[in-house]
């Protein structure tokens, strides 16, 4: 069975344009599922409307809990316990929930069985249809950080998805930064698509996301929004991506139509007027699908 083609969006930082560039990649690719695992902030589906048809929620992890009653204060889990998780007021045992890790070893170690361990499921799944086809996504629950699990979780579904519709790509919204979310979206995917911004906070960022991702040896290629606010800084960010051996994907220029696009919930393929956006825009998906690959069999 040939595997679909994983291509993840990413970007160094937030606020350089990513879900409105992927939303707008989604709009032109055909037979494709969408995921969005920018779980901490997931907004594609503010862009591509979807129905949901199904929703799961999702364990991201477990705390202790002390049965004050039970408890006779003995210490000795505070003394065990590796994230200083365990707090004494007025000489009652308390858990720090921020602090706890779940690991369970207050729980074998109190002498009187007063500890217990709670499974949280803060965080959801949803699956649903947008007008572009199948679309997977999450939101992690108030103080969650846990977020690669549920990255994973998500691209664990989009793939069986994909592979049930026998889609031929899977296009990813990675999270912003470098972190734990980011690994998870990167992991075995086929191609980095990452966008920045033409300024030196942008450049950096890029950077530090290129090195991150040269760990797992996923080929990159880079996106410059809003290329034309700074030449000078796009064209210095073209000589070092040059020089160390990175394509760029394309350079979008900034127009207002972008934003009005997105006040009007559309991506910009299906704004009107069509303007030099769409066109670098179409160029870009088509670069992409034009990339060769070998079909991978599982
Ligand atoms: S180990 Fe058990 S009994 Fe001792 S302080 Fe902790 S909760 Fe209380
Ligand atoms: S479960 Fe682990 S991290 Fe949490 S309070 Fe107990 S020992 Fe500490």
Redesign the pocket.
């Known amino acids: 069975m040939e595997k679909p083609f994983e291509i993840v969006m990413l970007s160094g930082k937030g606020g350089t344009g990513k879900t409105s560039i992927t939303a707008s990649l989604a709009a032109l690719a055909e037979n494709a599922v969408f995921a969005d695992c920018d779980v901490d902030a997931a907004d594609l589906h503010l862009l591509l409307s979807p129905v949901i048809y199904q929703h799961e929620k999702f364990t991201s992890g477990a705390k202790a809990e002390?049965n004050s009653e039970k408890?006779?204060?003995?210490?000795?889990?505070?003394e065990l316990c590796r994230f200083n998780a365990i707090e004494v007021k007025d000489n009652i045992?308390q858990i720090d929930e921020y602090a706890c890790e779940g690991c369970g070893l207050?729980v074998e170690?109190?002498?009187?069985k007063?500890?217990s361990i709670n499974r949280y499921e803060n965080n959801q799944l949803f699956f649903s249809n947008c007008r572009f086809g199948p679309m997977i996504y999450g939101k992690l629950g108030i103080a969650e950080e846990n977020s690669g699990r549920l990255v994973s979780k998500i691209r664990q579904y989009a793939k069986e998805t994909a592979l049930k519709n026998k889609a031929r790509y899977i296009l990813i919204d990675g999270p912003p930064g470098i972190g734990c979310p980011v690994i998870s979206s990167v992991t075995g995917t086929d191609l980095v698509v990452a966008i920045t911004e033409p300024t030196l906070s942008g450049w950096h960022d890029l950077q530090r996301l290129i090195e991150m991702i040269g760990r797992f040896r996923t080929p990159v290629q880079v996106i410059i929004n809003k290329y034309d606010l700074n030449e000078d800084m796009t064209s210095t960010i073209e000589t070092r991506l040059k020089s160390e051996g990175i394509p760029i994907l394309g350079k979008i220029p900034y127009d207002d139509a972008m934003v009005y696009a997105l006040l009007d919930s559309k991506t910009m393929i299906e704004a009107e007027p069509q303007g030099t956006i769409t066109n670098e825009l179409k160029k870009i998906w088509n670069t992409i699908t034009s990339i060769i690959y070998e079909p991978k069999s599982i």
């Open positions: 002390i408890c006779t204060a003995c210490r000795l889990c505070k045992y207050c170690a109190c002498p009187v007063a500890i």
